[in-house]
């Protein structure tokens, strides 16, 4: 059963992440999957014809999904597929595999079989089918990330967030016509945990001035796609 776990944004500076990366070095471990100071993240994000999952989140709806297949290489073809819900606050993902040639097809329309091991592929393929989903736009950033076992912390810094909505270059070795999200210097911190947040790191993140955000990257990277930025320093 997957259990929804805390999930906190804040917008940051360059200096925040500075001091807190201090702070942390010494109570938590760099994600093991991490090889020196970051490692990339590159999201592929869909939406129906109503664009419902961008308007959903600037309504502030309580429950809600983001659909999106993420790959940390695109060089190396894996990619998993993952249905991101959100509930009051909390959150919970549920994921699979996916393949290339899926990813060309569900890129151009062309929704693969239905399979009875992957539901969350099951799931995408039936929006697909019923309410127009399709790739939206590319979010792309680095990814600092600390965990501590207690309370399954996992806390990340996400840095130099850009989006595109040249969408068939996912795997491309880079991606063209690529828009900043947020204002330079300005940095996405993520606080995520199970049912609780040890008080010797809730210490360590009290900078006394964090802004807290209900925007995912998503939305803020298709308001920056048409030239809007709702977060200005």
Request: glycine letters at 6%; one cysteine or more; hydrophobic letters at 35%.
């Amino acid at each position: 059963m997957v259990e929804y776990r805390v999930e906190r944004k804040y917008l940051v500076s360059d200096m925040d992440l500075t001091l807190l990366a201090s702070r942390l070095d010494g109570i938590m471990e760099k994600d093991i999957h991490q090889q020196g100071g970051c490692y990339q993240i590159r999201s592929l994000y869909f939406d129906d014809f109503r664009d419902s999952c961008l308007e959903e989140n600037d309504a502030g709806v309580d429950y809600r999904k983001k659909y999106r297949i993420r790959t940390y290489d695109p060089a190396s073809g894996i990619m998993k597929l993952e249905i991101k819900e959100k509930k009051s606050g909390f959150t919970k993902k549920t994921s699979c595999s996916l393949g290339s040639e899926e990813l060309s097809r569900i890129q151009v329309g062309d929704c693969p079989e239905f399979d009875s091991n992957r539901p969350t592929l099951n799931q995408l393929l039936l929006q697909m089918k019923c309410s127009g989903m399709a790739p939206k736009a590319i979010i792309s950033y680095e990814r600092t990330a600390f965990v501590h076992p207690t309370g399954n912390v996992r806390i990340t810094f996400d840095r130099n967030i850009s989006a595109s909505a040249c969408c068939g270059a996912f795997l491309d070795d880079t991606i063209a016509d690529s828009v900043p999200v947020l204002p330079a210097g300005m940095q996405i911190l993520e606080v995520k945990y199970d049912e609780l947040l040890p008080d010797v790191i809730h210490r360590q993140l009290d900078l006394g001035k964090l802004r807290q955000t209900a925007f995912s990257k998503y939305y803020l990277g298709r308001l920056a796609l048409s030239g809007d930025f709702p977060i200005s320093r």
